[in-house]
């Protein structure tokens, strides 16, 4: 399957993977993490609901705080 990443052309093996399994597959581990699919947020508790799919634009951010 064929996506954009993070503005970054992605190939992946898999088809049809949550937002959550998306973050599992990639390695992901920050705990605070915005994500969005076609420009329209994923609430935490939504992204095991939210399929990827092909041609999708999905961004996932990780959020830093400090001082």
Partial sequence: ?????NNTPE????EGL???????????TFRLLVTKVNDQLVR??????????????????HLISGG
């Avoid at 399957?1 to 990443?5: D, E, P, S, V």
């Avoid at 935490?44 to 634009?57: A, P």
């Fill in 18 to 28: 949550s937002v959550n399994e998306l973050i599992r597959y990639k390695n992901f």
């Fill in 44 to 61: 935490t508790d939504e992204r095991d609901n939210v399929i990827v799919n092909e041609g999708d634009n999905v961004q996932i951010l």
């Fill in 11 to 14: 190939s992946i093996e898999a």
């Fill in 1 to 5: 399957m064929n996506i954009i990443l």
